[in-house]
């Protein structure tokens, strides 16, 4: 499974080629799936789930019973693990790196190197087959010291209070989704997906452009982060955020049908992370705007 964010491909389980297809059908213990091919992560094509019989008639897809597979208690503590080392990495830097004028651009370079190698460090793990819980872990704590650096600048010198307002918000729109993804409000399929990674393409090149523009123009580039255009693309970006959090949830969930190896859980963390830091992320800034256009 590979999970990222809107600027990373996203992959699932599939029954062909280990990978997900939407709309595939998860068989209760592991067995073959039809002349298509065989849930890939199946060790025993004759183990037997003793409630597969139940769950097929309630329409509920089945883990394969046995050792080593992810389990959603793996994907729980995994996930909190890494948002534990970048909230931790985060305080720290928000304590330790002073924002006053006379340092902040001392401390905005340091939020920018760090910034600089996490994204490598999840380009990297993005590209790896398999999870590497260091990899995952160290990207945690660089991303961490942006955050907080960034949300300190942005607590102290524009809107008090914003860092929390910013994780209320993320924390709701987080039980916002998986309440509408449990109750089948929102459903994921192929299409649903083409759209969300077409719009979420679309939205990172404009905003990289606008950053172009901003470098070597000067000001605020093509104006897409600031006043009235930069609230719309703020609600924009955590909309995205939001539907880049159903498909984490689905990979989460055909992950654990098709009884995906348990180091699998790292990436689904991993998703989980990067999404909400997107999430995060947009929220203040779409505070800071609000609160520079009083």
């Known amino acids: 499974m590979r999970s990222s964010n809107p600027v990373f491909s996203r992959r699932g389980f ?11 059908a998860p068989q209760a213990g592991g067995a073959a799936v039809g002349t298509q091919g065989a849930n890939p992560y199946a060790q025993n094509p004759y183990a037997q789930n003793p409630y597969a019989q139940d769950a097929a008639q309630y329409g509920a897809p089945q883990a394969p019973v046995s050792a080593g597979r992810m389990t959603m208690d793996d994907v729980i503590m995994r996930t909190a693990s890494t948002l534990g080392v970048l909230i931790v990495t985060a305080a720290l830097s ?13 401390s905005y370079g340091v939020a920018i190197g760090a910034a600089l190698i996490g994204f490598v460090l999840a380009m990297v793990q993005s590209f790896k087959r398999k999870a590497s819980p260091a990899l995952i872990l160290t990207y945690a704590a660089f991303e961490g010291v942006f955050l907080g650096v960034l949300s300190n600048i942005v607590d102290t010198h524009i809107a008090s209070g914003a860092a929390m307002q910013a994780v209320l918000g993320t924390m709701a729109v987080f039980a916002a989704v998986l309440f509408a993804y449990k109750m089948r409000w929102i459903r994921v399929n192929r299409r649903f997906a083409g759209f969300v990674m077409a719009a979420a393409l679309g939205f990172v090149l404009l905003m990289m452009v606008n950053m172009l523009f901003a470098v070597f123009g000067g000001g605020d580039g093509l104006g897409f982060r600031s006043g009235g255009l930069g609230i719309m693309f703020g609600v924009i970006g955590v909309l995205l955020g939001a539907c880049f959090l159903a498909l984490d949830f689905k990979q989460v969930e055909d992950g654990i049908a098709y009884g995906a190896p348990r180091e699998e859980s790292w990436m689904a963390a991993f998703g989980l992370t990067l999404t909400l830091v997107w999430i ?6 779409l505070i800071a705007i609000l609160n520079s256009s009083d």
């Open 14 to 24: 599939s029954r062909d080629n280990g990978y997900a297809g939407f709309n595939t």
């Open 280 to 285: 995060y992320t947009e929220f203040l800034r």
């Open 94 to 106: 928000w304590a330790l790196l002073p924002v006053d004028m006379g340092n902040i651009n001392r």
